[in-house]
């Protein structure tokens, strides 16, 4: 019993296929660099990932996803000149009339300083607007080791972020659907501008999707990245690192050849069957509302528990969540899902035809548990 309910549970233990788990010996160039799973946010490499430091371009990784949360992408913009930048460049020419999503093209391919600048008037008006929102997006994702001056990524005063801080925000941007088609995007041409991205993974390393690269002098090279195989996607990131290309396609062979994701509970899997008091049916079975997945090596095992109350009052109806299906590595919970009725159970009717009085009386002591 805990806090009033009693906590029903299934147990099983998942082997992780029996997979063998390679030695590597992991040495970056970086001064910070991480290895995270996009789906659970498991870290499976780390190295000084919180210290805060200068990240170049991979700043453009907020200014598109903020664009992207904020902005129309067939809104108009006409160029100005506060548009103009120094250092990389879409080319951009005052009175040219771009659509956002163009701009998001030159920002994320390109890198156009000019791009974002152009990205952040286009949506919000005002500079300052734009990196306000920034900013609020990065206290929203739990990036509390950074902090934004600009959209760019130009050297500035109180302008950082760390290797985890910056994983975290690519792991959101790639939930994007439109922010994972423009950075996958080997090339395009808008108007009369060729656009060549500049992330030289997607060509040299299979199933590499994207993100952002970055440099200037103080911050050095400067890079985060995605690859995606067998049904996992692994994020990397590495900050002021000399020799980045390399270090990131040997941590992506790390993470995909000593790990594999386990689906531990499947969508719609029925797990338990709980009681019904005051309705139409004795019980209600509970299934899993998503994939329970998590990476694995092959000498660990999950072990999965579905909780739920002792009882549910009708009425129940179909995907009302119930209880949880948890993940435990360890003795540590790692991921969970909700479990939820798979089938509905009417209230039983009284004679004039109102829910009964063990309904109304137990129904409401559920709602507050």
Known sequence: MKNGVVQRGICCLILASGLTCQAFALNTSAASAIL????????????????????????????????????????EYTVTAEDMAEGSSMYL????????????????LSSGNDAALAVA?????????????????????????SHFMNPNGLDAQGHYASARDMAALARCALENEDFRRIVSTASITIGQRHLQNHNKLLNRYAGCIGIKTGFTKAAGRTLVSAAQREGMTLVCVTLNDGDDWNDH???????????????????????????????TERQVMLAAAEDLRYPVTGEEQLTVVARAPAWVAAPVVPGQEIG??????????????????????????DEAGAPGLFQRIFGRAMLEQ
């Not at 008037?121 to 080791?145: I, K, P």
């Not at 594999?260 to 709980?274: D, F, K, P």
């Not at 949880?324 to 899902?337: H, I, K, N, S, T």
């Open 249 to 279: 396609m040997a941590l992506f062979d790390h993470g995909f050849a000593a790990y594999h994701m386990v689906t531990a509970v499947q969508s719609g899997q029925r797990l338990l069957a709980v009681p019904v008091r005051g309705g």
């Open 36 to 75: 995270v799973e996009q789906e659970s946010g498991r870290v499976l490499y780390a190295q000084a990932a919180d210290e805060e430091r200068l990240i170049a371009s991979t700043t453009k990784i907020m200014t598109a996803l903020v664009a992207l949360e904020h902005g129309d992408l067939q809104a």
């Open 324 to 349: 949880r299906v948890c993940a435990y590595l360890d003795g540590e919970e790692v991921a969970q899902v909700p479990l939820v009725a798979a089938q509905p159970a009417a209230a039983v009717e």
């Open 93 to 108: 020419k005052p009175g040219d009339t771009l659509r956002l999503e163009e701009l998001l093209y030159g920002l994320m």
């Open 121 to 145: 008037h286009c949506v919000s008006g005002e500079l300052a607007d734009f990196v306000a929102l920034m900013n609020d997006t990065a206290q929203r994702l739990g990036m509390t080791h």
